[in-house]
């Protein structure tokens, strides 16, 4: 397996999206998205308008924050622009960061990692429960040849609960 750092030219970038739900759909043998409105915008509706919080870091030695929708914008109370690149490591309080360090290991070796309780901190500084939690791999399907395996570009976490800590 290798790791790959990704890059968006927006928060509704397509090719982002496709490897966001293929790659869940890929691990989890279901679908990410629940039916979405007719135009079949799911993109624009995933980051508009779902009522679930999803982010996405990269693979960098310090991971940081590629994707966030607006649910996580607002659970977080971060920007687009405060949330892109912001190291994902601040979104847990420094007493957790360790065991959040081991869950994202876990999830790096194993591909997915389902429900998930952790404990996070805002941009304002409150802290609060992430629940209901399933985090992957987002993952390419390498194009070398049969047996040389996937390349990992980031991870990501879909958040479907949360509450006050």
């Not at 999803?54 to 940081?64: G, K, R, S």
């Not at 360090?101 to 996070?120: D, I």
């Not at 941009?123 to 985090?135: A, D, H, K, S």
């Amino acid at each position: 397996m290798r790791t790959d750092v990704i890059a968006l030219s927006s928060p509704l970038d397509t090719a982002f999206f496709s490897l966001l739900k293929g790659s869940y759909e890929q691990l989890l043998g279901r679908a990410l998205l629940p039916k979405v409105p007719d135009d079949g915008d799911e993109a624009n509706w995933l980051y508009h308008d779902a009522p679930f919080a999803v982010l996405a870091q990269n693979t960098a030695d310090d991971p940081a924050f590629v994707y966030a929708n607006i649910a996580a914008q607002r659970l977080f109370a971060y920007s687009w622009e405060e949330f892109s690149g912001l190291p994902s490591r601040l979104s847990a309080p420094a007493a957790d960061r360790a065991a959040r360090n081991r869950l994202m290991a876990g999830v790096l070796s194993h591909g997915y990692a389902e429900g998930y309780r952790g404990l996070r901190v805002a941009g304002t500084g409150q802290r609060f429960w992430i629940e209901n939690v399933t985090i992957w791999n987002l993952m390419d399907a390498d194009t070398d040849g049969p047996g040389s395996g996937d390349t990992v570009r980031g991870q990501a976490a879909l958040i479907r609960a949360w509450s006050n800590a």
